[in-house]
């Protein structure tokens, strides 16, 4: 199969592919448009245009891989996932397994699917108390007399009954088995797909019930003592049974089977969102996520909120009589080459004159966290009044993301975090 690549925010044309019918409804779908974009030309020629997300598309005519931009490869968005959820084992062991050239996305996420199936495996399965309704011999649990007149009326040897059943086939148990099974059939690494078919058909063993939906077995997931080995194991399946949603479902079925998208806009957030949290730890400072303010924009005449803001990051820390609340922007662009937007400086600068608080006299400032190199550009933007003094301030602050990667793996993280930390906070 005719592999096409691009890289993210990229438009290219392709020549010699023709889709088929599949292609085409696939291509189609509103969920696949949002995150790709397929058009066939004249002369059996296609543009492909990709946009912030990145992975595999498996059509019928052609396989199109999206790579990303900012990262190297992959096994980079690999090593951003596994920091920015805390999972183990290291993706970087993921490099062993692939002898016959770059593994794509989907293929490492397989992988990392059936090494965590792997380890469930050797530790033993879990096992719950699972309710059934049955006809049986004897009574079991709970005779259910309205079944029992319906269904079975004059029969002694069948009785409706209700009971529970310590068994394996429970929806932890499901929800692995069902990811391993889709690895076992999609994976294009012979290596990673012979290691996902033996775990797959023992996972099948104890939970054969397949699921009719994955989304609403991932819905059903809670976690307590018993279980919460299993979420790594969930995290990673629950990614290749939707298609690389990190939030939103992708979907579940044949669509998810054919794509793999990650959407790098939302990972970068929660990669940049953990490095922070991480770092405050034990600094006297907190970091909060998405957290919703509903008295910045305010109705005069009804006297309710107008609409609520919900700016990325809130680093608050400080005193009562100084207190200091820092707003984060998290923007997944290179605002190393070029200007920061006009709507993305109205963003932050809301965040500022609403949200921060520097003690002193200092203007309010709210950081613009964007990926980019040590040697980009980080003059500050402010918002002057009528007499020239300054009232507000966006800093724009640069994350490399492949030298971060490489601190977060090295003896170097404390010290890493620690610089992070201390640029996003410092006044000026």
């Known amino acids: 199969m005719r592999v096409l690549a691009l890289r993210e925010y990229e438009s290219r044309e392709f020549d010699g592919i023709r889709l088929s019918a599949a292609d085409r409804r696939a291509v189609a779908d509103e969920r696949f448009a949002r995150r790709l974009r397929v058009r066939e030309l004249v002369g059996g020629r296609i543009e492909v245009s990709a946009g912030p997300h990145v992975g595999v598309v498996s059509l019928d005519s052609c396989e199109i891989r999206v790579e990303p931009k900012y990262l190297g490869t992959g096994l980079d968005v690999l090593r951003m996932l596994h920091h920015a959820v805390g999972t183990a084992p290291a993706p970087l062991a993921a490099r062993r397994t692939f002898t016959d050239g770059a593994p794509h996305l989907r293929d490492l996420v397989a992988l990392m699917v059936t090494a965590h199936a792997e380890r469930l495996l050797a530790r033993g399965v879990r096992r719950d ?11 079991r649990g709970r005779l259910l007399p309205d079944r029992q007149l319906l269904h079975h009326y004059g029969q002694l040897d069948r009785l409706a009954c209700r009971y529970d059943d310590f068994d394996t086939d429970i929806v932890d148990n499901r929800v692995c088995a069902a990811a391993t099974d889709l690895a076992a059939r999609t994976t294009s690494s012979l290596a990673v797909r012979a290691r996902a078919r033996r775990v797959a058909g023992r996972f099948a063993q104890y939970a054969p019930t397949r699921p009719a939906d994955a989304r609403a077995d991932l819905a059903r997931l809670s976690y307590h003592r018993y279980n919460e080995h299993y979420r790594p194991a969930h995290f990673w399946s629950a990614l290749l049974l939707t298609g ?27 990669f940049a969102t953990r490095l922070l949290a991480e770092a405050a730890t034990g600094t006297g400072l907190t970091v909060e996520s998405q957290s919703r303010h509903t008295h910045v924009l305010w109705n005069e005449r009804t006297a309710r909120p107008y609409s609520e803001i919900r700016p990325d990051i809130l680093i608050r820390g400080g005193t009562d009589a100084l207190p200091f609340v820092r707003p984060v922007d998290v923007k997944y662009k290179l605002y190393e080459t070029r200007k920061v937007s ?87």
Do not use: K
């Open 129 to 139: 108390y699972v309710r059934r309704e049955a006809p049986l011999p004897a009574v």
């Open 244 to 270: 690389g949603g990190l939030d939103d479902l992708f979907g579940s079925g044949p669509l998810a089977a054919r794509a793999f998208l990650i959407d790098m806009n939302e990972l970068f957030e929660l």
């Open 342 to 428: 006009t709507a993305d400086l109205y963003q932050a600068f809301l965040y500022a004159h609403a949200l921060a608080r520097d003690p002193g006299d200092a203007p309010p400032t709210c950081v613009l966290l964007h990926p980019g190199g040590a040697s980009g550009d980080r003059a500050a933007v402010a918002v002057r009044r009528w007499d020239g003094a300054v009232s507000a301030r966006v800093r724009p602050v640069p994350l490399d993301l492949p030298a971060a990667l490489d601190a977060l793996d090295s003896p170097r993280r404390a010290e890493f975090l620690a610089g992070l930390l201390a640029e996003t906070t410092r006044r000026g």
